[in-house]
């Protein structure tokens, strides 16, 4: 089941300026002004081909206990810069914004609105600094643990990063995104307790110190836990003392019990040296099905190293350069207003612009669409409309490159999808409750409709994020608006 870590009163969790704006927008009669506001990323971390979307249930839980308490209030007031009619309203406060979020899981580009909401200004902004907390965090870790997955290349990936983690929040969640992004497991023994997601290890290096030789360490492991037992053989000598101790103890104590053993855990030392030689002693030995553990600092590059030059590991277990998704431990997810709804419905554009050319938004209330190719399944680009145009794909469509314009392509036998889900509906969660297990399998399902090129790790093809003809021509015409 879900963490219910959130589910607690974190209105207060929001950078000063949000509150500050509030204010400002209720002394300037704003309070029932309809904006749109849209969260998006400009950069891939890693110089990655893409990223994975997470957090939208951490944002669904705070939003749903999103209420200030007389202790806020009595905060606001203490400050002294605040409106007493403005407190009122928060007293009172009813959230009943319109949110679409891309699922989790799904694969996502720089420049896409993968999260906009639709409400009175002062309820937008507030939930501005949690939106991007949550899913900037999220997605940070489910990125790094789908590229760390990856490069596995189908061995099993346990999360062991808890005890780098930035803080508590930091350990839970990025177990939840490392498991989303396709981890097997974590040793967050909560995670297992709250989100359902498999807690797994072993021993450390002083259960072996505590005993007095390693070898009735490996006996008290054994006899306590037969069925599962894997020992880390790398507390004094890999080959000449832990392997051959682990050996003896599979003979002695699970043969005669009827088990056979889990595994073997290397820690330190050159691993791919190790593993080879460790693998060829426990054939000889009669455990060719004793599988071996690496650990220690790892990360995508280094397993892809590690497996390319033969290592003989089964499963790795990775920590602080996943949790923390080092080397690059940002996701720069943004949040910038994109429109004004106006009384009669029609929507006013806003755009930012700025002599970064990367940092110049996309004006308007938008669709994000996906076209994959009918044939291969494969995701061919992404493409940004106004929330009024439909993509049919019954008939051929022109896409083109929103920098580049004269990179034109007709495609044709495609199929078109809205990707975006609402998950909430004038304030009412509508968003549908996915499973951790049916998320990862998602997940893995979308990775795969990616051309292989765009799924590398160094200098990765750019998957384009095109605009439609109509949303292009009213970003032009506010940016030479605004020329003048």
Same mark, same amino acid.
């Given at each position: 089941m879900e963490n219910k870590a959130l589910g607690k009163n974190l209105s207060m969790l929001t950078d000063f300026y949000e509150i500050t704006m509030a204010n400002g927008y209720f002394t300037n009669h704003f309070e029932n002004t309809i904006g749109y506001y849209d969260m998006f990323f400009r950069k891939v971390p890693n110089d990655g081909g893409f990223a994975i979307m997470a957090g939208v249930q951490q944002v669904v839980e705070y939003i749903e206990n999103l209420t200030f308490t007389e202790e806020d209030l009595a905060y606001l007031r203490s400050v002294k810069i605040f409106n007493e009619q403005f407190i009122e309203y928060l007293k009172n406060f009813k959230f009943v914004c319109d949110i679409w979020a891309v699922p989790e899981g799904m694969p996502i580009f720089p420049g896409e609105p993968i999260l906009t909401v639709r409400g009175p200004v002062i309820q937008a902004?507030? &939930?501005?600094?949690?939106?991007?907390?949550? +899913?900037?965090?999220?997605? $940070?870790?489910?990125?790094?643990?789908?590229r760390i997955v990856r490069a596995a290349r189908g061995r099993a990936v346990m999360e062991f990063g808890s005890r780098r983690a930035q803080g508590a929040d930091g350990a839970i969640y990025g177990a939840r995104a490392a498991y989303i992004g396709g981890c097997c497991g974590t040793a967050c023994t909560i995670c297992d307790r709250d989100f359902g997601i498999p807690a797994l290890g072993t021993m450390a290096h002083s259960w072996v110190q505590l005993?007095?030789?390693?070898?009735?360490?490996? /006996?008290?492991?054994?006899? =306590?836990?037969?069925?599962?037992?894997?020992?880390?053989?790398?507390?004094?000598?890999? $080959?000449?003392?832990?392997?051959?101790?682990?050996?003896?103890?599979?003979?002695?104590? @699970?043969?005669?019990?009827?088990? /056979?053993?889990?595994?073997?855990?290397?820690?330190?030392?050159?691993?791919?040296?190790?593993?080879? *030689?460790?693998?060829?002693?426990?054939? =000889?030995?009669?455990?060719?099905?004793?599988?071996?553990?690496?650990?220690?600092?790892?990360?995508?590059?280094?397993?892809?190293?590690?497996?390319?030059?033969?290592?003989?590991?089964?499963?790795?277990? &990775?920590?602080?350069?996943?949790?923390?998704?080092a080397p690059e431990p940002v996701f720069g997810g943004v949040y910038k207003l994109s429109g004004i709804e106006k009384a009669d419905g029609t929507i006013l554009p806003k755009i930012k612009?700025?002599?970064? +050319?990367?940092?110049?938004?996309?004006?308007?209330? *938008?669709?994000?669409?996906? $076209?994959?190719? /009918?044939?291969?399944?494969?995701?061919?680009?992404? &493409?940004?409309?106004?929330?009024?145009?439909?993509?049919?794909?019954?008939?051929?469509?022109?896409?083109?490159?929103?920098?580049?314009?004269? *990179?034109?392509?007709?495609?044709?036998?495609?199929?078109?999808?809205?990707?975006?889900?609402?998950?909430? =509906?004038?304030?009412?969660?509508?968003?549908?409750?996915?499973?951790?297990?049916?998320?990862?399998?998602?997940?893995?399902?979308? &990775?795969?409709?990616?051309?292989?090129?765009?799924? /590398?790790?160094?200098?990765?093809?750019?998957?384009?994020?095109?605009?439609?003809?109509? @949303?292009?021509?009213? *970003?032009?015409?506010?940016?030479?608006?605004?020329?003048?």
């Amino acid at each position: 089941m879900e963490n219910k870590a959130l589910g607690k009163n974190l209105s207060m969790l929001t950078d000063f300026y949000e509150i500050t704006m509030a204010n400002g927008y209720f002394t300037n009669h704003f309070e029932n002004t309809i904006g749109y506001y849209d969260m998006f990323f400009r950069k891939v971390p890693n110089d990655g081909g893409f990223a994975i979307m997470a957090g939208v249930q951490q944002v669904v839980e705070y939003i749903e206990n999103l209420t200030f308490t007389e202790e806020d209030l009595a905060y606001l007031r203490s400050v002294k810069i605040f409106n007493e009619q403005f407190i009122e309203y928060l007293k009172n406060f009813k959230f009943v914004c319109d949110i679409w979020a891309v699922p989790e899981g799904m694969p996502i580009f720089p420049g896409e609105p993968i999260l906009t909401v639709r409400g009175p200004v002062i309820q937008a902004q507030l &939930v501005e600094t949690m939106i991007l907390l949550t +899913v900037n965090h999220q997605s $940070l870790i489910a990125t790094k643990a789908n590229r760390i997955v990856r490069a596995a290349r189908g061995r099993a990936v346990m999360e062991f990063g808890s005890r780098r983690a930035q803080g508590a929040d930091g350990a839970i969640y990025g177990a939840r995104a490392a498991y989303i992004g396709g981890c097997c497991g974590t040793a967050c023994t909560i995670c297992d307790r709250d989100f359902g997601i498999p807690a797994l290890g072993t021993m450390a290096h002083s259960w072996v110190q505590l005993f007095d030789s390693e070898l009735d360490a490996f /006996r008290a492991y054994a006899r =306590e836990y037969p069925s599962s037992c894997t020992l880390l053989v790398d507390t004094y000598n890999v $080959l000449k003392s832990g392997v051959p101790n682990a050996i003896k103890v599979f003979n002695e104590i @699970l043969l005669p019990q009827g088990y /056979r053993p889990a595994g073997i855990r290397i820690d330190s030392g050159d691993i791919t040296y190790l593993s080879k *030689k460790a693998r060829k002693m426990l054939d =000889e030995a009669g455990f060719p099905d004793c599988k071996i553990c690496a650990s220690n600092s790892l990360d995508e590059y280094i397993i892809r190293d590690m497996l390319m030059q033969g290592a003989c590991v089964d499963s790795f277990g &990775v920590g602080e350069r996943l949790i923390t998704a080092a080397p690059e431990p940002v996701f720069g997810g943004v949040y910038k207003l994109s429109g004004i709804e106006k009384a009669d419905g029609t929507i006013l554009p806003k755009i930012k612009i700025s002599e970064n +050319v990367a940092k110049i938004t996309n004006p308007g209330f *938008k669709r994000l669409w996906r $076209l994959y190719d /009918r044939e291969t399944g494969k995701a061919i680009a992404d &493409v940004l409309t106004l929330h009024d145009e439909v993509i049919d794909d019954s008939k051929p469509y022109e896409i083109f490159d929103p920098e580049y314009i004269w *990179k034109r392509k007709v495609i044709t036998n495609f199929r078109a999808v809205d990707i975006r889900e609402k998950i909430f =509906e004038h304030g009412r969660c509508v968003a549908r409750y996915h499973d951790l297990n049916e998320l990862k399998e998602y997940c893995a399902g979308q &990775v795969g409709t990616l051309w292989d090129e765009v799924t /590398r790790f160094e200098n990765p093809h750019r998957y384009y994020v095109d605009l439609s003809q109509r @949303l292009w021509d009213e *970003k032009n015409r506010l940016l030479e608006e605004h020329a003048e």
